[in-house]
Each structure stands twice: as C-alpha cells, then as structure tokens.
C-alpha cells in the first residue's frame, strides 16, 4: 500500500499523534508525513504510506502557504501564544506602517530559530534544551517569504496570508515584524493551506478520512518521456540524461518529474539536479 493521504491536521494534536491514528487505521507501521505543525497549529498535514515515505525530504523542501495571526504588544519566551508572557506594551499602528513593514520583509534573511523548537545543536533538540534552562546560542537559518497578503488588521491582530521557504518558522517572523514596526509581537493562530502543489481544501478531516490514497504520481505535475533504450538504466536506478529523454513537460518549479515510456506507461519518479535527473522511486 503505498500513497499520500492529505490530512486537516486539528489544534491539540502533534504531527506524531495523526500518524499513529494513520498507521492504526491503515495497520501499518510505515507512516510518516511532510513536514511538522505544531500542536497549536492546524491545516495541511501530508501523510506519506509506504514507498510514499521515500518522498518526504522533496516534499518538505517545497513552498508552504500559511495564514497566520500576529498579536502586537506582547512577547513570550515561545514567540507565540502558549508560551510565559515576559513583556507587554500597547503601541499602536495604522495599516499602512503595517503594510511597509511587510513589504521590507519579503526577502531572504538570515534569522534566529526559536529556542522552542526541534532544530538540533549537537544532536539535542533546542526545546530541550530550553527546558533544562541551558544557556543557548541560538542558531541562524535562512527564511525566504515570497509574498504576504493582508487579510485583516484591528489593533492588536493582525491576520496574514504568508508564502515562505521550508524552514520559515513563522514565530520568528513575527517576531521580526514586531522589530521593524518599532515594538513587539507574537504568533497567536497558525494555519497551513498550502505545501507545494497540495491544498488544504482538498484534505480530510481526522474524523471523516477517505481511505483511498493519492498516487505517488501527484506530487508533481512535472513529466518526462524517455526513449525505449534507456528503460535499463531506469530499471537499475541509473541517472538519466538529456539524450535518454524524448520529450519535457514543465508545469511547475517542482524539482521532482514523473518519467513515462514512449508507450505512455508510468516507470519513475526522478529528480532535476543540473544537467541529469537522478533516480528517487520506481513506480508512481
């Protein structure tokens, strides 16, 4: 059995806690999914069965959509609401400053990780190690946001649609928000609707979820048709080249491709890197 099952993760629940209901419902053990939420977030949730496991470092590279409520004039020590509030003030903004503020965001930076979170410094998770009220260096890493719509703001919330690289914590955005305006802010509500080219209109609740699974195929709308001769070098694995390939559909920045005979028959799963496509599963 092998597929992907897109899940509207609920607030409360780990990423961990859905794939253990998974793996009971399904009566297996290889479950995984595609990217953590925390427990006080809720929204797209891919769960990934069987050889679909293989696929998770592509899909978690991809970009992620989430809307997202900042609360200005506090601070907590998790940069969001369920952390010990340490600071307070009541600076107002009007909604240009905020929308300023937002478009000197978009961008490449290089900023902290939360130290409530599971990034690692030697082999410990950051949380961890906050619990234990170690000293902490915190660790810098790259956060892309691509683009951010407004879709609401009454003093002290405000509510965003935000699109971001793998590995945008959005806490720290707010946090980061909170700096340019003058003032600060924390994370009060976090939902993902988007991670790569899944939606989170078409995910299932825990309680109501269909059992049919999506092909591996879905994952990219991407496709390659090889030539006949190089069916061998698909079968052991191999790498494929430009001269190996007939024919390239490109619909997305996806990085991954779907590779089919000159017979239209489904082979692979394969990945672009430079100049060849390197093997990642066979089927789809």
Request: one cysteine or more.
């Amino acid at each position: 059995m092998d597929g992907i099952l897109l899940i509207d993760k609920p607030v409360g629940l780990t990423s961990h806690d859905v794939v253990n209901i998974i793996r009971k419902e399904f009566k297996t053990k290889k479950v995984g999914h595609a990217g953590t939420l925390d427990p006080f977030a809720s929204g797209l949730l891919i769960i990934l069965i069987g050889n679909a496991t293989k696929l998770s470092q592509y899909l978690m590279s991809t970009q992620k959509t989430y809307q997202a409520q900042i609360q200005l004039g506090l601070y907590s020590d998790t940069y969001d609401i369920t952390g010990r509030i340490i600071d307070k003030n009541n600076l107002i903004y009007n909604t240009n400053e905020i929308r300023d503020a937002l478009n000197e965001l978009v961008g490449t930076h290089n900023w902290k990780v939360p130290i409530y979170s599971a990034k690692k410094i030697n082999g410990k998770k950051l949380y961890e190690l906050a619990r234990k009220e170690e000293y902490i260096d915190l660790p810098e890493s790259e956060m892309t946001i691509f683009n951010i719509e407004i879709i609401n703001y009454f003093y002290p919330y405000l509510d965003i649609s935000i699109a971001c690289s793998h590995g945008t914590y959005i806490r720290t955005f707010a946090v980061e928000l909170a700096k340019k305006l003058g003032t600060i802010g924390l994370l009060s509500t976090l939902r993902r609707t988007k991670s790569g080219v899944f939606d989170v209109k078409n995910a299932y609740k825990l309680s109501d979820f269909n059992k049919e699974l999506m092909p591996l195929k879905s994952i990219t709308t991407n496709k390659i048709i090889i030539n006949n001769k190089s069916i061998n070098k698909l079968n052991n694995g191999n790498t494929l080249f430009y001269d190996d390939i007939n024919f390239i559909e490109i619909k997305s920045n996806n990085s991954l491709y779907t590779v089919y005979s000159e017979e239209r028959q489904l082979l692979a799963i394969y990945k672009k890197e430079d100049q060849h496509f390197k093997f990642v599963l066979k089927g789809g």
